[in-house]
């Protein structure tokens, strides 16, 4: 019970660390759309529908955050975070390999990272929402096998 009390402290760290930032960046781009949608259309590889893109990320987002908020689309939302950040992290290693010029996209306190940081930091988050959906699992698992606390958590 300790171990699966620890886990679910730990995972809803993590989750929290996500909704603060999907919160904060998706209200970003969508507060400055204008920038995010110009930056969008400098960037290389965003040829095929930077307009689209400038909705659907910060929307996006923004739902991931209320999906990880309800226990029940928690899972699921992980999963989407993950590959979320998969993606920005893999975009960020595309440019930073084959582009010449490095628009950024990203607004806030986000945009005052360098490239190279800004990859490191995908990458830790890309991993940190690995480590949630496995603690997921794990407390799911002791859901179905046992009453534990976890399964006392109102969300």
């Known amino acids: 019970m300790v171990k699966t009390r620890r886990i679910y402290i730990a995972q809803q760290f993590i989750c929290s660390l996500f909704i603060i930032l ?4 998706g209200l970003n781009k969508l507060m400055d ?3 995010f949608l110009s930056q ?3 960037s ?8 689209f893109v400038s909705y659907a990320i910060p929307v996006g987002e923004l739902l991931l955050a209320l999906g990880l908020i309800i226990r029940k689309t928690r899972m699921i ?3 989407g975070s993950f590959f979320l950040m998969a993606m920005f992290t893999g975009y960020i290693w595309i440019m930073l390999t084959y582009a010449n ?4 996209s990203c607004g806030g306190i986000l945009a ?4 190279e940081v800004h990859l490191v930091f995908n990458a830790v988050f890309t991993l940190l929402a ?10 799911k698992k002791g859901k179905s096998t046992a009453n534990t606390e976890y399964t006392k958590q109102p969300i």
């Open 101 to 104: 010029d490095l628009p950024c």
């Open 44 to 51: 290389p590889f965003m040829q095929w529908g930077p307009g």
């Open 40 to 42: 969008l259309h400098k």
């Open 33 to 35: 759309h204008e920038t």
């Open 77 to 79: 939302a992980l999963m």
């Open 112 to 115: 005052a990272m360098t490239w």
């Open 130 to 139: 690995a480590l949630a959906i496995w603690m997921e699992s794990i407390l």
């Open 22 to 25: 999907f919160v904060y960046t």
